[in-house]
Structure formats: structure tokens, C-alpha cells
């Protein structure tokens, strides 16, 4: 790098530059652009990260659009960092796992099918089913859905 070049020089303009001039257009824009991000996801390719990357991009360039939000974005722009980095065989730190003692917590996923699973019993009941009937019931549902117990030895 030359002394009269700046740091930032060798990126290429940003030919894709839109204009917003109401926070409508820009509400537009970013719903735009996270249907096409989703449409990537779910074409699944590189296990979908290309989809998250973009919906991670579609946000950035919606929230530069208001002032004051550079100090909002770093987070995101490092996790994009982060994603780009593993297919280059990279694992960068925020995306590497730490170290707990004895078992993982569930996955957000995995908490929500029980809580959505609890909450259900709970309303079987309220209608009069006995509480055993009611967990026999969402158990079956679950089981069909293909969620699996948590516990090793239940039966699924």
C-alpha cells in the first residue's frame, strides 16, 4: 500500500448503492431482500449459509440507512466474517463452541418443542382430560413429528 492510498482503497465501489427516502422504501427494501435471502437458505446449498449471509447483509445495508447505527452493525458484520471464514476451513472464535462441564443445553429449538409440548398438556387439561391421557396424546404427536425424548432409555 502506497502512501496516498487509504485503507479501504482496494474495495470496489458499491455500484448497488439505493437510495431510501422515506423509512417506508426502506422497510421495502429490507423485506426484499430477506425473501431472496430465505429463498438461499432454503436452496440449502453450503448448509444454507449463503442464505444467512445475505439475510446478515440485507440488514447491515437496511440499517445504514439511518444515521448512527455503524456501532450497531460491527456485530453482524463480524458474524458474517465468522460464516465466510468456515469455508475456508476456519473457525473463528465466536462461532467455535466453549468448553462446558458435564451434558449440552438443549438447542433453542429443542426448548421451544417443550415448551410448545408442556403448554399443551397444560390445555388438554383445562379442557377436562386427565393429565396422563394428555402427556400420552402429545407424545404420539411428537413421536410422529419425528421429535425425539431427551433422555437416553425413554422411549421414543
Request: net charge neutral; aromatic share 4%; proline share 7%.
Amino acid at each position: 500500500m502506497s502512501k496516498e492510498e487509504k485503507p479501504g482503497d482496494d474495495v470496489p465501489p458499491d455500484n448497488h448503492r439505493v437510495e431510501i427516502k422515506s423509512t417506508e422504501e426502506a422497510l421495502v427494501f429490507l423485506f426484499e431482500g430477506l425473501r431472496e435471502a430465505y429463498r438461499l437458505f432454503e436452496e440449502g446449498k453450503d448448509a444454507a449459509r449463503l442464505g444467512v449471509i445475505e439475510a446478515l447483509n440485507v440488514v447491515i445495508k437496511f440499517l445504514s440507512f439511518f444515521d448512527g447505527t455503524i456501532d450497531h452493525r460491527q456485530p453482524l458484520v463480524s458474524l458474517i466474517n465468522a460464516l465466510a471464514s468456515l469455508e475456508e476451513g476456519n473457525v473463528l472464535p465466536l462461532l467455535k463452541p466453549h468448553p462446558r462441564p458435564g451434558r449440552r443445553p438443549a438447542s433453542p429449538a429443542r426448548e421451544s418443542d417443550k415448551a410448545l409440548a408442556a403448554g399443551t398438556v397444560h390445555r388438554l387439561c383445562e379442557t377436562g382430560l386427565d393429565i396422563k391421557e394428555a402427556c400420552e396424546k402429545v407424545a404420539k404427536v411428537c413421536r410422529e413429528a419425528g421429535i425425539k425424548p431427551g433422555r437416553k432409555g425413554a422411549k421414543g
